[in-house]
Nanobody, 123 residues
C-alpha cells in the first residue's frame, strides 16, 4: 500500500505559477511510478503528467507540454508538479497517483490515489 498526500493547491491568476507536492508513505517509493491527474466539474478525470521510477522519463498531456514539469525526489518520497503560465482551463482538482510499471501514462490506470488538491486559475 502507498499513501499519498497532496499539497500546494490554491488560487492563482492566469499566467501565474504553482507547485504541487505529493508526499508518499508505505510501499517503496522508488519502485512506484508516479503521476498527476486532474478533474474539473462535469469532466472525466484526465492524465496530466507521469514520471518513471528514477525520474529519467516523463510524459505529459499535450495541453500542458512546455508549461508543466513533473519531478520526483526519491530521497524525500515526494513527487512535484511545477505549473507555469497557468490558464483558467487548468482549474481542477489535481490528484497525485502511483502505480506499478515503469511509468504512468494516459493509458495506464493507477493503483494509488491521493485525496486531491484544488487549483483555481482566475482570468
Amino acid at each position: 500500500q502507498v499513501q499519498l498526500v497532496e499539497s500546494g493547491g490554491g488560487l492563482v491568476q492566469a499566467g501565474g505559477s504553482l507547485r504541487l507536492s505529493c508526499a508518499a508513505s508505505g510501499r517503496t517509493f522508488s519502485s512506484t511510478a508516479m503521476g498527476w491527474f486532474r478533474q474539473s466539474p462535469g469532466k472525466e478525470r484526465e492524465f496530466v503528467a507521469g514520471i518513471s521510477l528514477l525520474g529519467g522519463t516523463t510524459s505529459y498531456v499535450d495541453s500542458v507540454k512546455g508549461r508543466f514539469t513533473i519531478s520526483r525526489d526519491n530521497a524525500k518520497n515526494t513527487v512535484y508538479l511545477q505549473m507555469s503560465s497557468l490558464k483558467p482551463e487548468d482549474s481542477a482538482v489535481y490528484y497525485c497517483a502511483g502505480g506499478t510499471g515503469p511509468i504512468l501514462t494516459s493509458r495506464t490506470r493507477p493503483t494509488y490515489w491521493g485525496q486531491g488538491t484544488q487549483v483555481t486559475v482566475s482570468s
